[in-house]
């Protein structure tokens, strides 16, 4: 128990023993320091530095320059441990004692030049004088050579390359001399050219051949090889921060958000303490969706003093996102006010007003306005319904001024009409603006309030038959046929011989799938009313059969007989025509009539556009469009007519331009699913999901976004999905890319007959779909030769220059030995495909079969040159180069390829060859 109760005392002497022991040993380690001398410091450091422990050498140097303060020699050394450190300014600063000093020679030169050029200190660069030390090191005047390129001067960059040339040939400074040159000439592609030629640098000049290069790549606005530039540095160079930044800099600017956090990541811990980290972070967050950091970075670099509007509108959407109304009113305050023409911001902002109740705000801000997007005007007409209801009666009269009396009563909430009719004229409610908001509020799927207006106007003597066609509509959009057929009945007893009445039962008929009996009523009706624009076409959406389009259209062309100047029948027939395929009537109408650049009727420009795609005029369809596009930078139809060309051109990062150039003047989601589906197409998929995820869900039920979700499905090796996804975008949209789209997947799943089901099933859908069948006969071609000959032959009944048919016909029917019926086929590829080089190679095969085997190296020496890389041409002919009896030249050719072959095609190739030899 004693002992027990003396522990902690014995405890508490060995701790005191244990300073004690250290206290004498530091004592005796600074007494031993003391003894050693300047010299004996500087030798320890000078081994450290060699095995490149910088920390212990720069402790030892510094103590030998404690004792020793003017020793030249320490100080260079101190110096170089700096520059190995990368600390330049220190560096630097004992270059200058050193010399001071009196240290002088090639060394000290070397380092203060680099030194002055990783500190931009161009002047200091100049004016150091070097001419002796030059004969032997090209760094230093390769260094002064470039600071008169970075300060343009040209003399003295004339007479520094004139002497750098004289001096210095057949080494890597003398490539960065020479692409300096260029670069002062500002033969930017030549610089490249020399720049890109690894072969031409070493370890040494890499770095700087990179940051030439990457002022090169700025100057022909390459991104791309600029990124590639800078990764290469980085990678190089990983904690070298501004080289970082650059790079998350350009990321940004491409949008690849994700790139540019992974390149943050590593300097995560410092972005409270930089600046510039912070803003970046903000950035890449943001558009990465991630809004708590968004918000915390952006408002760290607002109170680090960068009050930008760009972090403004991250912390300001942000804080928003985050529900955070306070803070994001504080931050889109400023934003609106800094950018009062910028109405998204204005929206965000009016929509915390009307969250936060206060919904007159939100009014007045979105009056400020223009915006044409339905949720600009959605919240608009909300917050002014909610303002009045509130008491804020003072804007109704200025409303009913301004909106209702200009016939726009449909962008009007039902409960504000009522409110208002009192303080009117009954008579300002004429039929044809109870039309238009009745046809309006079925759109909207507001059918009370159309129910409340129609029994509003039939109950009133002189608009009784307008109400009643009023309440028919109204109970159509309900689906009530009986109801509609009553009051239609009712109305027939006012005005029997209305064309509008016909219309409507015509409508009613439809409903009840009657559709002959509708097409006899309106055929009645339009011998008494031929010029009536709506019947005719109602008509012609009726017409199915061939007949009955002819018909159709002949009674819209009667009908513009007798009304030539009528823009509305003429555009109808366009429309009909254009409905019913034929294309090139459709632009000889639109040509005939002078309509091409009629903007303003955006139906028929479309048409014709489109119809001009339709026979293959994608150019020419892509140049209207794009004319109109530049006439109407907001024109949805005039985009899509360029995104939908250069879809079908392949132009995907064309199309994705357009479409960002578009989305910055207007906000349409609409487009934005097109944005995504063309980021899929170039495989930038997290981009892609980004747009998708904000997106609604009608939006993504479209072939395109079906099309973009599949697609990233299958990215993400959700192949199950992918396969949902995909059946259901080629179901939307059975064109060809949703159909490869589709196999690709099937593929994945390993149902190869599934894919075969699907081809031969689309292909009898689709006779004319040239690739289709083509890939439907490559697949078939093992298990069924005869059907892959029947199919390869529809192609060619369908385009008889298809090479590609031509070329897998005539191989099926060699690899057969039908060789006098496959010589039509390879005498064709011959002539007319002599640039073909896979169709040369079965011209060579051909020769083969036909014992003609110098003709057969010669054919496949040709195809070889066109296509050097192609694996199967380069098989092909070393094996008929063995059979020839070239037995050499046939090893040297696998030697130099044997990289590209694959490896049991080298095996076997060498084997076949070892068993000639």
Known sequence: MDRDLKTPTNSYSVKRRVVL?????????LAGC?????????????????????????IQIKNAIRLAPTSAEYRFLLAQIYIKNKDWEGAEKELSRASEFGYSGQDLIRLQSLVYDRLIKYDDQIALKFNSIADTDPLPLYLKLKAFYMTDDRDGFRKAFDLFENRFTNMPYEKLAQALNLMMRSEWSTAKTILENKQNFDLET????????????????????????IESRLIREPSNYSIRIELVSLYVFLKQFEKANDVLKPIEHEWLRSREISRWRAVTAFYSHKYSTAYESAKNTIASGLNTIEQNAIAGISAFKLEKFEDAQHFLEFVTSELPSDDNFKLVLAQIYFLK???????????????????????KMQSLQKAISSGFTGLVHSLVANELIADNAPSLPSSLINRAQNSFQEDIWNANQWIAWGMFQIESNQTEALKSACRNMSSKANSKFVGLLLCSQYELAKHDIPSAKNL?????????????????????????????????LLDNKLQQYPSNASMLTLYADLAASDEHRAYA??????????????????????????KYKNYNEVIAMVREQGYEKNWENGLVSSLYGRSLANIGAHQKSKAFFLDWLSTYPRNTSALYGVINNLDATNEFLEALGHIERYLALVKDDNVKVYQ?????LLSRNLEAKHILDELPKDLKNTHVGLYALASNALFNDQVKLAATLASRAYDASPNLRNLFLYGQVLERLGKSDEINSLLTEHVSQFENDIPAILMLAVRVEVKDINKAIGLYQQVLALDENNRIALNNLAHILLVQSKIVTAKPYVKRLETEHGSFAEGLDTVALFYWKKNDLEKSISVSEKALRLQPNNVLIIKNYIERLADFGNLEQAKRLLRRNESKLNYNDVRDLKSKLDAIG
């Open 206 to 229: 890499e770095d700087e051949s990179l940051d030439l290069l990457a002022k090169v790549a700025r100057q022909l606005d390459n991104v791309d090889l600029l990124i590639t530039t």
């Open 553 to 578: 259209q002949s009674l819209i062309q009667t009908a513009i007989t007798s009304t030539p100047k009528n823009q509305q029948l003429q555009t109808l027939l366009i429309t009909t025509l254009y």
């Open 357 to 379: 109740g206060d919904a007159a705000s939100s009014y007045q801000l979105l009056q400020q306005g223009s915006s044409e997007s339905e949720e600009y005007k959605l919240l």
């Open 34 to 58: 003391d003894n050693q001398t300047p010299q004996e410091f500087h030798t320890l450091a000078l081994q450290n530095y060699e095995q490149g422990k910088l920390e212990d050498a720069s």
């Open 488 to 520: 239609l009945n009712s109305a027939s007893k006012i005005d029997s011989d209305a064309p509008e009445l016909t219309l409507l039962k015509a409508f009613v008929l439809v409903k009840e799938g009657n559709i002959d009996k509708a097409r006899v």
């Open 676 to 680: 995504a589906y063309f980021l899929t």
């Open 21 to 29: 022991c250290i206290l004498l040993a530091f004592t005796s380690l």
